[in-house]
């Protein structure tokens, strides 16, 4: 366990290598999560099974995205009272977490079960394919209070203290959902249905621990049944406080459908799979970034809270180092090889890896600063500045990637589609860079920019 006293006096790097270490492990093993999905879907079911998934993909990332603007609102909420020594004010907010979430989850899964089928008519698929996603869709809406509730408790145990409590639950939960994906669709036949279930309960399992953790004598943020409450105020302070994060999550969704038109109206079905293979190689890297920043968010947020704004000016530096060192990383392995990366996922379509392989080699320079900002949003989320954060989240997207990636091909065919992507990121550092010499200034002073 991480005491405040530690947030308040430990040095930085430890604390950093504490927190920050379990939160890209949490992360990465999650988003590993979705690809073992993918590969016992793809091999026990076929392509249309994957089809139906992807058709379904969108409602999923919904909720993923209400759990992470709980989770992260309520986090970043709790790490400042903390710092300020409000802790009956951080108890009354892990107790507003549990009857929101269980309201939420009531509402999306009545939704949910019964006009999902309505939703998936909308779109233009073959009608297995859209009984596949409804089959999928149905058993998710009806387990989605665990996924509310591991998405939203998780960073939560990361604010009480537990680190690594968090981290192990995660590693846990994947592995029950690798074997149980394997027992229903491989062994079983149950086909998406069965991998919607094998997610279901190791989505059960972690909420169930990690619910239990608050309810423990060890929780530092202790709740029992007497003092859940439903206080509108507080409800309101954490959505409001989560805001970009939902925002965040969302828009993965929006570029994913805005790409693939721009790709299809100036390529083909071969720029489009080429993106896909781009997204499943750096994911890894805006995992670790999303890991970064997600770990040093209780020691800003405490800290912050506390008013010892030296130790939050230098964890924000490491992170920015560490985000650095880890896109630099990451450039040198896409740009030197990306040939190799690529022919991971196609190594017999030589017209694929040609695409593939110019497109990455602009797509790569992202790299360099992207961690840089989402650091950065993730700190002004840390100390509540919503506005700010928000701004980051929705002026990259909507300011400048979206406008960049349809008039850019306009001048510069298919290479402006990928070097959207890499002018809108440079642009949103600049900026992101402006807002941060200034709050370093406002922290304390030039010694901060030159410490």
Not at 166 to 183: P, Q, T
Not at 205 to 223: D, Y
Not at 251 to 272: C, K, P, Q, T, W
Not at 324 to 348: H, M, N, R, Y
């Amino acid at each position: 366990m991480v005491t405040e006293d530690q947030l308040r006096s430990e040095s930085i790097g430890k604390l950093f290598r504490r927190f920050v270490f379990p939160a890209i492990m949490g992360i990465v093993v999650a988003g590993v999560q979705t690809i073992i999905d993918g590969y016992f879907i793809g091999n026990g079911v076929g392509s249309q099974g994957l089809a139906g998934v992807t058709l379904a993909f969108p409602a999923v990332m919904f909720i993923v995205a209400v759990a992470v603007m709980i989770g992260m609102g309520s986090s970043s909420l709790v790490a400042l009272e903390l710092g300020r020594s409000n802790r009956d004010k951080a108890g009354k907010i892990v107790a507003n977490v549990f009857p929101l979430v269980f309201v939420v989850a009531a509402v999306m899964t009545i939704l949910g079960v019964v006009f999902g089928n309505s939703l998936l008519s909308l779109f233009d698929a073959p009608a297995v394919v859209q009984d596949m996603a409804n089959d999928y869709l149905r058993v998710i809406f009806i387990g989605s209070v665990f996924f509310l509730l591991t998405i939203t408790l998780d960073p939560l145990v990361r604010n009480d203290g537990y680190p690594m409590i968090a981290m192990n639950i995660m590693v846990i939960s994947v592995l029950v959902n690798l074997v149980l994906d394997y027992v229903f669709v491989m062994r079983m036949g149950m086909g998406v249905t069965g991998a919607a279930i094998a997610t279901v309960i190791a989505f059960a399992l972690s909420a169930v621990r990690l619910t239990l953790h608050f309810f423990s004598s060890k929780a530092g943020l202790r709740v029992n049944l007497g003092n859940m409450k439903f206080e509108l105020r507080t409800v309101h302070r954490i959505m409001e406080s989560g805001l970009p994060s939902f925002a965040m999550q969302l828009s993965v969704s929006i570029l994913f459908f805005a790409h693939n038109f721009v790709l299809l109206r100036y390529g083909s079905d071969a720029e489009v799979s080429a993106y896909g293979i781009m997204g499943y190689s750096f994911s890894i890297f805006y995992m670790l970034f999303e890991g970064i920043a997600v770990g040093v968010q209780p020691i800003i947020g405490f800290n912050y809270g506390a008013g010892l704004y030296d130790r939050v000016c230098r964890t924000l530096k490491l992170a920015m180092t560490a985000c650095v060192a880890v896109g630099a990383l990451g450039f040198l392995i896409f740009f030197l090889f990306p040939e190799k990366v690529v022919q991971f996922f196609t190594p017999g379509d030589p017209v694929l890896l040609e695409v593939t392989v110019g497109g990455m080699r602009i797509f790569v320079l992202s790299l360099l600063v992207q961690g840089v900002v989402v650091v950065n949003a993730t700190y002004y989320q840390s100390i509540n500045r919503v506005r700010s954060a928000l701004f980051i989240h929705l002026g990259k997207i909507f300011v400048f990637l979206l406008p960049l990636l349809f008039t850019l091909p306009l001048v510069f065919g298919l290479k402006g589609v990928w070097f959207a992507t890499p002018v809108a990121d440079y642009l949103m550092f600049f900026i992101v860079m402006v807002m941060l010499a200034e709050e370093l200034k406002e922290l304390r002073g030039e010694k901060c920019l030159n410490p």
